[in-house]
């Protein structure tokens, strides 16, 4: 590595990833007219957001009842009141306008034609209180498309692909408060190229996505989320928030190798009559399509820790009942097929005809899909470090972090379809703020503080140890799973410690060559290094939780209650160069209100347990009238074999 590695650029605003956030960070700062450089280790757009299933939470799509504050509340109280309200309140505000923003950019909903509406899902997804998911054809693709389009519109915006963003560049002064970090760009391994960039930028916009592949192959997510959002706001004196709270999807495929990890369902997909079942048929939660993602999982995961799960480690999701009824069955095809339907055609790929027509159990596992801690930024997405051992909010000048890289918006349970919402919105308000301090800032033009921070990583190649970074990427991946993945307690989360301790002093024995051009062990290396970190993070956050709450199991924990305090989890990096956690109190919703909220919910369960107990020839004739109604009058006729559902049928959109 010589001098004549290094490019020296300079511009606004850099936007890290160009995923859906990436993409609407892109579009607000552009629009101010800056000089915008987007950098993305995948190629442009390619990114969980253009895998996705396509579905987007859209207040009021549903109906006119869902006002701003339902909207809110429904995300706070479902994320256990761990959700920061000034974020969940700048969610339910922003969520039209975020939408028609992207439909500007080229997204297409089906269109409900009586209301004039973006058309939402059959039944609301598990756990949402109004019908307010819309979807897509060519589910994801039509994001990745819109992204795409997005970024490449504007003439002052760079960008660079096969680019791994290495680290924030900043300056530290001494405050009143404790430090003052301020921004002053960052550095980036242009891998096809075999460069290294300094690119001096009064504001850096991380949208880096989410952490996910700690858990690979039991993910249905795209394998660079390493946790790199995460490790580079901690290292640039970031808080993290949440960092235990890791949303495993409970409907995700245990087999073939091939499908490992992939998404079969959600809760919703169950229908009215759907139930988990473990390895000993016993139902072991019934009403699954109003359930959240976290209760499902949590119900799974118990079983698997009780011996009572099925062969790969999982359970059974037993649809059979729905299909079985005699008139409503018929209609319960179309709405499998249609609801989601790319998971389904992983489903019918991956467990064949019979499981296709729903005629036996599906075994699902729950896989990890979503970090619902991150950075923690307030509602304009600007990055807040905590004043030595307290918890008064510094603003890090300059620094930004918006989609999966933030924390505070979904606390314990993020509700389906809110990530796309949740980037559209955040994406675009880190945009303009980081748009706000770049006009607002003296540019640096002194590259000596980038030399300082590149030493780290210029000493990264060639060396000459024994140790391959991948494998030792692979060993802390099952670690993951086995520690701090669905199911956790005490002594599992201290074993992962001592792990990640000897895995850090690893780091010193590893080979990696002295190439610049895509030098795939620096990659693994450096990625190594950010699941570190996260996984760090995610352990030493889970200690600090005094109850079983959200998305994994505290086996050894009873569960938190509608009467416990809610707080935060905070790990920050300290003055000893350590990683500490703390507890960040959290506003507790009025008491009557939580009740309001939990009686509503409670008559819906009641609704569904009516349905279940009533005899099959008054409830199927109750189910076949939903169904018309919720897929539309038009005959459902079955022509012979046409229940197959080969992967690739012509299903209804939605
Ligand atoms: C199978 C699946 C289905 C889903 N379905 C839905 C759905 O229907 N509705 C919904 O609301 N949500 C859904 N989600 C969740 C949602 O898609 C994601 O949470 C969301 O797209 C995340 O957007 P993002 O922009 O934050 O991250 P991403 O879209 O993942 O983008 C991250 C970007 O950062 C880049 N990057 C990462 N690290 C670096 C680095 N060090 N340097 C440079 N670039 C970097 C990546 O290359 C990528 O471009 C789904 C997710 C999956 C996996």
Known sequence: MTSNNIEYLDCDVIVVGSGG???????????EGLKVIVISKDPMSSSDTKIC???????????NTDTEEVLSENIKLAGADLPDKNITVAFANDSKDAYDRLRVNGLRPSINKEKNKPKTLAIAMGGHNKSRSVGHKNSGVAFGHTNWDTIIKYKNVEYFEDCW?????????????????KVLGGIVYDAARGKILFINAPSVVIASGGLSSLYFPKTDTMRGNTGDSYALGIKAGADLLDMEQIQFLPFCLASPPSYEGLLAGEPSTASFLGVLRDKNNKVILDSVYLRTRAECSEAIMRAVEDGRGSPNGGAFLDMTKNISAPKSGKYFMKYLKSALPSAYNNARQALGKEAGKAEIPWEVRPSAHYSMGGIRVDEYTRVIHSAENQYEPIIIKGLFAAGQAMGGLFGANRLGSTSLTELAVFGYRAGKSAAK???????????????KHYFNFKNLFNKKGKLKPYKLKLDLQKKC?????PARTEKKLKKMLTYLEKIEKDLNNVNVPKEMIWNQQFLDLIELKNMIT????IAIASLKREKSVGGHVRLDKKTSSLFSKPYSTL???????????FKLLRQKTPLKRIINYKISEKFRFMKAKILRILPESISDKIIENKYKN???????????GSLDGAPGDKVNQI
């Open 53 to 63: 299933e396509g579905v987007i939470t859209v207040r009021e799509a549903g109906d």
């Open 437 to 451: 301090n770049a006009n607002q800032s003296v540019k640096n033009k002194n590259y000596d503080i980038f030399h």
């Open 165 to 181: 963003f290495l680290e924030v560049v900043k300056e530290e002064i001494e405050g009143n408060k404790g430090k003052d970090i």
């Open 571 to 581: 790990v920050k990096i300290n003055k000893n160069n350590a990683f500490e956690a």
């Open 481 to 485: 799973w086995d520690n701090i993945g």
């Open 630 to 640: 919720i897929l539309g009058t038009d005959q459902i006729t079955i022509k012979p």
């Open 534 to 537: 996260t996984a760090k993070a």
């Open 21 to 31: 956030t990436g993409s609407q960070a892109v579009q607000a700062a552009a629009e």
